[in-house]
């Protein structure tokens, strides 16, 4: 496979990763099920000129919101897995490894913690939720999956 498509398809397959964890979290866990929706919003605000809310669920909803947050969901997939292959070249998708891939999707928790989380008002690294310790760790524990899902999309298009 051509290393741009085996690039694009370790985004989206991770992302799909990620997604399903969402889906068995909520069944665990209870905790809800992935819904970018409110990024969609935060994206149509930002198309607008404005960048920071102090509740994104209190702005003014933004028509197709909930399919602008899902494309942004993958597109980001898709550029983080990018990043990783900036960082340790095209070679690693003919021979992916998990310690790069898990360290990688960590790293990237920083996106939210330090961009997305205080744009749509929940302050940096979930500061001002009911729970930031909880939302931290729900955070970590989501990115350290999306970097297993970069190992595993990898894998399957190394072939």
């Known amino acids: 496979m051509n290393d741009v498509l085996s690039l694009i398809f370790t985004g989206i397959g991770a992302t799909v990763i990620l997604d399903v964890w969402g889906v068995i979290r909520k069944s665990l866990l209870g905790l809800p099920a992935p819904d970018y929706t409110m990024v969609g919003r935060w994206m149509g605000h930002m198309a607008k000129g404005t960048f920071r809310h102090d509740r994104i669920a209190a ?29 340790v070249g095209f070679e690693w998708l003919h021979e992916p490894t998990i310690v790069a891939a898990l360290v990688f999707g960590l790293g990237t928790v920083a996106v939210p913690f330090l961009l997305m989380q205080p744009g749509m008002g929940a302050g940096i690294a979930a500061s001002r939720t009911a729970n930031p310790s909880a939302a931290r760790l729900q955070s970590l524990i989501t990115h350290a999956v999306f970097g297993f899902g970069l190992w595993a999309a990898a894998e399957l298009t190394s072939f």
Request: hydrophobic share 55%.
């Open 59 to 87: 702005a003014s909803p933004v028509a197709g919101e909930r399919v602008i947050g899902w494309i942004t969901h993958y597109a980001t997939g898709v550029a983080f897995a990018a990043g990783l292959i900036g960082i």
